[in-house]
């Protein structure tokens, strides 16, 4: 069964470094999210992305949050300028585009800043 | 999108129906119910999705009632593998519209 992967599975990082996760989507989706899920709390959507171009963010995608499907197969989300409070799983989703679709969730990215 | 209530925590013994209620009752016309569950940290995992008509897939049974301000995911035999948090989210059928998860209700599923 196809699936969404994710590297690395764990980051470590120091603040102010710039960090990029990768998502390798379901190869015939058309719609891909990022989310983040601090630990303890509830997972929250950053941004979808359709077309090459950002389709929705919410206000946690700042300018420090950018998206980018470089080739046919992979999906990045970079942030800029680590702080501490970035320390969360993120999650890469996708889904086929026909309406009413389901989302598929990769297996997430353990940030920790330091 | 509307708002969903869900109980923070239920127990199931193994091999028993779990039985998961959502209140969903501002719902609109066009808005989707979907079920998904985490399992400890890992990403979340679709489950089934319904409009108004109840749905059977090989993981769970969605139940809408008639009026569709509530439903039901049915784990018909649930295993100590289904324990995790389930998560009931109705969203208008937008592909670029995100999943909004919200706390969701902690199965327990005991031997």
């Known amino acids: 069964e196809p699936e969404v992967t994710q590297t690395p599975s764990h980051q470590v990082t120091q603040m102010g470094q710039e960090v990029i996760l990768r998502c390798v989507p379901i190869s015939n989706h058309l719609y891909f999210y990022w989310y983040r899920q601090i630990l303890g709390q509830k997972v929250e959507f950053l941004v979808s992305?359709?077309?090459?171009?950002?389709?929705?963010k919410s206000e946690i995608f700042d300018d420090q949050f950018s998206v980018e499907r470089p080739d046919g197969s992979n999906f990045t989300l970079k942030i800029r300028s680590t702080k501490l409070e970035d320390s969360a799983m993120y999650f890469c989703a996708s889904s086929s585009g026909t309406s009413a679709a389901s989302q598929y969730f990769g297996p997430g990215t353990r940030l920790l800043v330091l | 999108d509307a708002k969903t209530t869900q109980p923070p925590s239920m127990d199931c013994a193994e091999g028993r129906a779990a039985n998961l209620p959502c209140n969903h009752s501002?719902?609109?016309?066009?808005?989707?119910v979907y079920w998904y569950r985490q399992i400890h940290s890992q990403g979340p995992q679709y489950i089934i999705h319904g409009l108004k008509n109840n749905e059977t897939n090989e993981m769970a049974s969605l139940i809408i009632t008639e009026d569709r301000k509530s439903s039901t995911l049915i784990l018909p035999h649930a295993t100590l593998r289904d324990t995790a948090v389930y998560y009931c989210i109705v969203r208008l059928p937008y592909n670029n519209n995100d999943m909004r998860f919200g706390a969701g209700t902690r199965l327990t599923v005991k031997p």
């Open positions: 992305f359709y077309n090459n171009e950002i389709s929705e």
């Open positions: 501002t719902i609109s016309g066009n808005e989707y």
